[in-house]
């Protein structure tokens, strides 16, 4: 099962986020078993990353091999993780880098028949050209996580405004989410396609 990670690094800034890239020697792309890769500054300061993995063994792996040594070589200092299962991904296909705006939405008390159904409602009119990259699923520390990519801000905008605040209101009994933005700093284009891009099970929730 692939599974998503919020990697909250308090310490540093994009210069040295930039360096522990270029210590990776990635090549512009995700490293074996890596699905996707996103970064920006923080909403508290410091970096985010949000990477998905094709399996808990291979991001340890590569945590153990690359991001654990070389982080703490430039000066940061280990990371606050937030885990989630992938329950469904969307992926239009378009490069990483065309992304400007990557959210990461947190809904408390929200299940998986409950997120299903919302996003339903969401999407009743197809998915936004827009929206570049799609991922959700249940966190480990309770609630629902939607994470995704878009090609602006105004377009996320919208969409939010037409189609999503519009089907929240219908369900009051859901927590109002917390919606945190990144502007993309940097991405890593996949070495391989998305497994199941472009299926059902979590294109929408709140704002994507």
Not at 20 to 35: K, N
Request: hydrophobic content about 45%; aromatic content about 8%; proline content about 7%.
């Amino acid at each position: 099962m692939a599974v998503g990670f919020i990697l909250d690094f308090a310490s540093g800034g994009t210069e040295a986020y930039d360096e522990v890239i270029e210590r990776m020697r990635l090549d512009g792309h995700t490293p074996t078993g890596g699905l996707f890769h996103v970064a920006g500054a923080g909403p508290r300061g410091g970096i985010r990353v949000v990477d998905v993995w094709d399996s808990d063994d291979a991001f340890e792996a590569f945590a153990a091999r690359k991001i654990r040594p070389i982080t703490a070589e430039v000066g940061l200092a280990p990371p606050q993780i937030v885990r989630f299962d992938v329950h469904g991904t969307r992926d239009a296909g378009a490069p990483r880098r065309s992304m400007r705006l990557f959210q990461v939405v947190r809904f408390s008390g929200l299940d998986e028949p409950g997120f299903d159904a919302m996003d339903g409602e969401i999407l009743a009119t197809g998915v936004p050209e827009a929206m570049v990259f799609h991922v959700n699923g249940p966190a480990e520390d309770g609630g629902w996580v939607v994470a995704d990519g878009w090609t602006s801000r105004e377009a996320r905008d919208a969409f939010l405004e037409a189609r999503v605040y519009p089907v929240a209101a219908k369900h009051p009994g859901i927590t109002p989410p917390r919606i945190e933005d990144l502007d993309v700093h940097a991405t890593l284009e996949p070495a391989a396609p998305v497994a199941g891009a472009g299926t059902a099970g979590g294109a929408g929730g709140a704002g994507g």
